[in-house]
């Protein structure tokens, strides 16, 4: 079922601790269980599975159960024990685990959308289970009665969700690249406001209730930080992975961000440095920089006798130039960009060597990630994907530090 892989050597990458296989179909979501050798899964095989470590070291599952219809989307509270699933049907069903994680009774079943669900979020203090779902909408369900509280409805399919708890504030992400931040009522809910910013649908997000920070990573590749408590609308982007960023965790105590991609790349971002903004792009009928005329501008193509040339723009200052100004590539991470990407010259001319140090470092989880979570207190990750397998990873060797007695290197 499960293979050990091996003990703790001292690497600066994360380390693979186990492996484990069995699912007969992707597996939508897997969470760590708070101070216990387990993990709780769910798949599309319309199972949910609770796995302990035995002592041979393997992970065998100790909870076996089918539903009705495939596992999308699932949340685990750990003091009261309960599971939530969301199907592919729509449906929300509440599980209780015993203490001894080897039994698990049904308790509800919410019909909470009319179609696939995408993330759940439950808030013992309000009782409310909260859902998003591919008919575009957000609902809060009480779970005392079992009865919907309220509803909204997107222009796209609500993909992602967060909340704070204390101000009853949702974000919800949807795949037209806009998230949406929500006060939810008791029976009704107000619009706060709607950020834009990414070129594809939003896959994921995280809320930071200390810094008040927001981050969202999508399917344009990138990641963007939003300041919710500045309140000027500051953002920085954060470019590194290749595909789907479908993953993400941030560290309050070390300062760095976790992030995942669908091809199984694992990033570990700096964030206790003081980024820049990137600037918004330019927009001009002529290079900015030698003035020759863009292919759309006919008038100054006539007058001066010269074809047009393509646009393009630089990622440092956001002006508009040709290709012949902007022939320089170089990575820039204090702006976010850890890769090469195009700049005018007289900005390449501007970056010293220093400034193309990498603020992030980059690994591979060598399988299709859809998932991840954290035990931010054991340093442990777990992965998962439409590869089938759940991989246990122990991430303290990258963030450089123990999480669980506090010491950070800062």
């Given at each position: 079922?499960?293979?050990?892989?091996?003990?703790?050597?001292?690497?600066?990458?994360?380390?693979?601790?186990?492996?484990?296989?069995?699912?007969?179909?992707?597996?939508?979501?897997?969470?760590?269980?708070?101070?216990?050798?387990?993990?709780?899964?769910?798949?599309?095989?319309?199972?949910?599975?609770?796995?302990?470590?035995?002592?041979?070291?393997?992970?065998?599952?100790?909870?076996?159960?089918?539903?009705?219809?495939?596992?999308?989307?699932?949340?685990?509270?750990?003091?009261?024990?309960?599971?939530?699933?969301?199907?592919?049907?729509?449906?929300?069903?509440?599980?209780?685990?015993?203490?001894?994680?080897?039994?698990?009774?049904?308790?509800?079943?919410?019909?909470?959308?009319?179609?696939?669900?995408?993330?759940i979020i439950f808030s013992l203090a309000s009782e409310w289970v909260i859902s998003t779902g591919h008919d575009k909408c957000i609902s809060w369900m009480c779970t005392r009665s079992g009865n919907m509280l309220g509803r909204h409805f997107f222009s796209s399919w609500a993909s992602c969700l967060q909340y704070d708890f204390d101000t009853q504030y949702a974000f919800?992400?949807?795949?037209?690249?806009?998230?949406?931040?929500?006060?939810?009522?008791?029976?009704?809910?107000?619009?706060?406001?709607?950020?834009?910013?990414?070129?594809?649908?939003?896959?994921?997000?995280?809320?930071?209730?200390?810094?008040?920070?927001?981050?969202?990573?999508?399917?344009?590749?990138?990641?963007?930080?939003?300041?919710?408590?500045?309140?000027?609308?500051?953002?920085?982007?954060?470019?590194?992975?290749?595909?789907?960023?479908?993953?993400?965790?941030?560290?309050?105590?070390?300062?760095?961000?976790?992030?995942?991609?669908?091809?199984?790349?694992?990033?570990?971002?700096?964030?206790?440095?003081?980024?820049?903004?990137?600037?918004?792009?330019?927009?001009?009928?002529?290079?900015?920089?030698?003035?020759?005329?863009?292919?759309?501008?006919?008038?100054?193509?006539?007058?001066?006798?010269?074809?047009?040339?393509?646009?393009?723009?630089?990622?440092?200052?956001?002006?508009?130039?040709?290709?012949?100004?902007?022939?320089?590539?170089?990575?820039?991470?204090?702006?976010?960009?850890?890769?090469?990407?195009?700049m005018c010259d007289s900005c390449y001319d501007s970056i010293k060597d220093e400034d193309r140090t990498s603020l992030a470092t980059f690994h591979e989880g060598k399988h299709n990630i859809s998932h991840m979570s954290m035990d931010v207190a054991r340093g442990l990750m777990v992965t998962c994907g439409t590869d089938r397998v759940v991989k246990i990873w122990d991430?303290?060797?990258?963030?450089?530090?123990?999480?669980?007695?506090?010491?950070?290197?800062?």
């Amino acid at each position: 079922m499960a293979a050990e892989i091996h003990s703790r050597p001292q690497s600066s990458r994360p380390v693979l601790l186990s492996k484990i296989e069995g699912h007969q179909d992707a597996v939508t979501a897997a969470l760590l269980i708070p101070k216990e050798d387990g993990v709780i899964t769910a798949s599309e095989d319309r199972t949910i599975r609770v796995w302990l470590k035995r002592d041979s070291g393997q992970y065998w599952p100790s909870i076996y159960h089918t539903m009705a219809s495939p596992c999308s989307a699932m949340t685990y509270h750990h003091d009261s024990r309960r599971i939530f699933v969301g199907q592919d049907n729509g449906a929300v069903m509440e599980f209780h685990v015993s203490e001894d994680f080897n039994k698990m009774n049904f308790i509800k079943t919410y019909p909470a959308h009319q179609n696939r669900v995408s993330a759940i979020i439950f808030s013992l203090a309000s009782e409310w289970v909260i859902s998003t779902g591919h008919d575009k909408c957000i609902s809060w369900m009480c779970t005392r009665s079992g009865n919907m509280l309220g509803r909204h409805f997107f222009s796209s399919w609500a993909s992602c969700l967060q909340y704070d708890f204390d101000t009853q504030y949702a974000f919800v992400g949807d795949y037209s690249g806009q998230i949406t931040l929500l006060k939810l009522e008791q029976s009704t809910c107000s619009v706060i406001t709607a950020l834009k910013g990414h070129e594809g649908g939003v896959a994921c997000l995280w809320w930071e209730p200390v810094q008040r920070l927001l981050f969202s990573g999508a399917s344009d590749n990138s990641i963007i930080v939003w300041d919710i408590g500045g309140r000027k609308g500051r953002t920085l982007l954060l470019q590194g992975h290749h595909d789907r960023v479908q993953s993400l965790c941030y560290l309050q105590l070390t300062r760095q961000l976790v992030s995942c991609s669908s091809d199984g790349g694992i990033a570990v971002w700096n964030m206790d440095v003081s980024r820049e903004e990137a600037p918004q792009w330019l927009e001009s009928d002529s290079c900015q920089k030698c003035e020759q005329p863009f292919f759309w501008n006919i008038k100054q193509m006539w007058d001066t006798k010269t074809l047009g040339l393509r646009q393009h723009h630089c990622r440092k200052c956001g002006q508009a130039v040709c290709g012949k100004c902007s022939s320089r590539r170089s990575s820039y991470p204090v702006m976010g960009f850890e890769f090469q990407v195009r700049m005018c010259d007289s900005c390449y001319d501007s970056i010293k060597d220093e400034d193309r140090t990498s603020l992030a470092t980059f690994h591979e989880g060598k399988h299709n990630i859809s998932h991840m979570s954290m035990d931010v207190a054991r340093g442990l990750m777990v992965t998962c994907g439409t590869d089938r397998v759940v991989k246990i990873w122990d991430m303290t060797p990258v963030v450089g530090c123990s999480l669980a007695t506090g010491f950070s290197p800062h």
